[in-house]
């Protein structure tokens, strides 16, 4: 047993040795775990340990940068660091994930498929490797579940580098300018 004066009163406490050690040499560990509870970002995830270690490794970055911002004299909430950092990160990228609807490029950019002469064509095999494509089109309605519809399709707009599929969907990604 070791006797411990206490931070907020002038008693002294008696506590074992293993207690004053681990409270001696934490350094913050405890005080780190519980904020970083408030903000989780780990998801139950069974077979893909890689994702969950990833998103423990980042939030723990994310806190560590906090506690040096703190450090440096800043006065600021962690929740407003946060915010600050993703709006930061937002315009280093010169995106807005929200607006963004697919995997290829915001209509905005890429106007050229709105005017010209467009024809689709078959996969060519040996560049992709593969005879099918993801429809650009289908790939953006989203099912009874949430979830993205996935279709493949054998055609595709060789001056767009797309996915097509042949009807409706070659018409109305080369007529509706708010894909």
């Not at 293993?18 to 509870?37: E, I, P, W």
């Not at 962690?78 to 490029?105: H, W, Y």
């Not at 905005?108 to 560049?127: A, K, Q």
């Not at 797309?162 to 708010?178: K, L």
Request: glycine share 4%; with cysteine.
């Amino acid at each position: 047993m070791v006797t411990v004066e206490s931070e907020k009163s002038k008693f002294s406490k008696l506590k074992p040795t293993v207690v004053a050690d681990y409270n001696n040499t934490m350094s913050g560990v405890d005080k780190a775990d519980q904020c970083l509870l408030y903000y989780p970002v780990a998801r139950n995830q069974r077979r893909k340990y890689y994702k969950k270690s990833f998103r423990y490794l980042l939030s723990h970055a994310v806190w560590n940068a906090f506690a040096i911002f703190k450090k440096n004299g800043e006065k600021m909430r962690q929740v407003e660091f946060r915010m600050k950092l993703i709006e930061r990160l937002i315009e280093v990228t010169g995106r807005n994930p929200s607006t963004r609807l697919g995997p290829f490029p915001k209509s905005e950019g890429n106007v050229v498929r709105l005017t010209g002469r467009h024809f689709p064509s078959f996969v060519d095999e040996s560049e992709s490797r593969k005879k099918s494509r993801k429809c650009v089109v289908r790939s953006l309605k989203i099912n009874e579940n949430g979830k993205r519809v996935l279709r493949e399709s054998r055609f595709e707009c060789k001056n767009c580098n797309v996915g097509v599929c042949v009807a409706p969907c070659f018409e109305i990604y080369h007529t509706e300018s708010n894909l």
